[in-house]
């Protein structure tokens, strides 16, 4: 059972940054791609970002790509996110999720564990 833990979530106004964290309690960590997910107020979990096992694949959904980067540090167990350029319409729960292959999840099917969710409240 891996176990993952968000945070960096908050309140921030539009145009500003957050930095979001997902620490992992397990040490397969390294083996699974991960990912961050998000859900806003009567919409579907949505996939925003995958990285691959080491680092070297990621991919973006449309709406965030140039915007926020994702990354990981194998050897503190912990995925990040790092948000510029937030806009309202990044108001969501925002989930971390570990995949149970070497690529990151691309849809909520291929992920095997969920983080708890953090809330992300970009004000216009």
């Known amino acids: 059972q891996v176990q993952l833990a968000e945070s960096g979530g908050g309140l921030v106004q539009a145009g500003g940054s957050l930095r979001l964290s997902c620490a992992a309690s397990?040490?397969?960590?390294?083996?699974?791609?991960m990912g961050w997910f998000r859900q806003a107020p009567g919409k579907e979990r949505e996939s925003i970002a995958r990285v691959s096992w080491n680092g070297k694949t990621t991919y973006y959904v449309d709406s965030v790509k140039g915007r926020f980067t994702i990354s990981r540090d194998n050897a503190k167990n912990t995925v990040y996110l790092q948000m510029n350029s937030l806009k309202p319409e990044d108001t969501a729960v925002y989930y971390c999720?570990?995949?149970?292959?070497?690529?990151?999840?691309?849809?909520?099917?291929?992920?095997?564990?969920w983080g708890q969710g953090t809330q992300v409240t970009v004000s216009s």
């Open positions: 999720a570990a995949s149970a292959s070497i690529l990151g999840p691309s849809t909520s099917t291929a992920v095997a564990y």
């Open positions: 397990e040490g397969t960590f390294s083996g699974r791609g």
